[in-house]
Nanobody
Framework: QVQLVESGGGLVQPGGSLRLSCVVS????????MGWYRQAPGQQRELVAD???????NYADSVKGRFTISRDNAKNTLYLQMNSLKSEDTAVYYC??????????WGQGTQVTVSS
């Protein structure tokens, strides 16, 4: 069973930056398109960025130009560089494989809080 372990969240001021990491167990990471999701209190989980196994990327309009998704297939690790953070980016961030059916079991996520 695939395990997802997210890290790198924290409290940051508006305009600041954070880099999230997601380590995926097993050898199938490199085969899958991977994505970062977030869920704010009282809201549904949303996909904010994804990256193919070959490195092509997509971003939600709300984060385009501020967030950068990347991956290291040799390390089974997914990254999300978040710059120019806004209060509306406050959420728990998760990783998963958007085209896996069913989605892999969710990890614990990592909390990002943007506040002055």
């Amino acid at each position: 069973q695939v395990q997802l372990v997210e890290s790198g969240g924290g409290l940051v001021q508006p305009g600041g930056s954070l880099r999230l990491s997601c380590v995926v167990s097993g050898s199938i990471f490199r085969l899958y398109r991977m994505g970062w999701y977030r869920q704010a209190p009282g809201q549904q989980r949303e996909l904010v960025a994804d990256i193919s196994s070959g490195g092509s990327t997509n971003y939600a309009d709300s984060v385009k130009g501020r967030f950068t998704i990347s991956r290291d297939n040799a390390k089974n690790t997914l990254y999300l560089q978040m710059n120019s953070l806004k209060s509306e980016d406050t959420a728990v961030y998760y990783c998963n494989a958007p085209r896996a059916s069913p989605l892999w079991v969710w990890g614990q996520g990592t909390q990002v809080t943007v506040s002055s």
